[in-house]
């Protein structure tokens, strides 16, 4: 699991520039945090949706990846139910179902105080190639 977690922290490069982190990855299930900089504002000084959206992306496919075979996003929504404008925010991903090609997971992301911030739904497809293959070509 170790390896899938360097992996995603090490090769996505948009979660490296929002400063996000991977706190943990275990079977169908992932944890990222990202502390709230002046960059992740949008012009009404509250944290950008993309900012929220690439935090619960990033979670999302960390834990539909944490089986070690390749999954993509075919599907995502998002619902934004609070502002967040300072500290820091935390994604949890869990599986919801997994079959052979396909897999869904619910995201929910909150502040230092737990409140709900959004809530995040994906479905994935479940590619036949193994991700830490991946590693062997960079």
């Given at each position: 699991m170790q390896q899938i977690k360097e992996f995603f922290q090490n090769n996505d490069q948009l979660a490296q520039h929002l400063g996000i982190e991977l706190l943990s990855v275990s079977f169908?299930?992932?944890?990222?945090?990202?502390?709230?900089?002046?960059?992740?504002?949008?012009?009404?000084?509250?944290?950008?949706?993309?900012?929220?959206?690439?935090?619960?992306?990033?979670?999302?496919?960390?834990?539909?990846?944490?089986?070690?075979?390749i999954s993509v996003a075919i599907n995502v929504a998002i619902a934004f139910t609070n502002a967040a404008t300072q500290g820091v925010l935390y994604a949890h991903a869990e599986e919801v179902s997994r079959s052979q090609k396909l897999s869904t997971y619910n995201v929910q992301v909150t502040d230092e105080k737990e409140n709900l911030i959004a809530s995040f739904q994906g479905t994935a497809y479940r590619k036949k190639q193994n991700l830490l293959d991946l590693t062997e070509k960079k």
């Open positions: 169908g299930e992932a944890r990222a945090c990202m502390p709230i900089q002046p960059f992740h504002l949008n012009g009404v000084d509250t944290v950008h949706g993309g900012a929220i959206f690439t935090l619960a992306d990033f979670v999302f496919a960390a834990a539909c990846n944490s089986h070690g075979q």
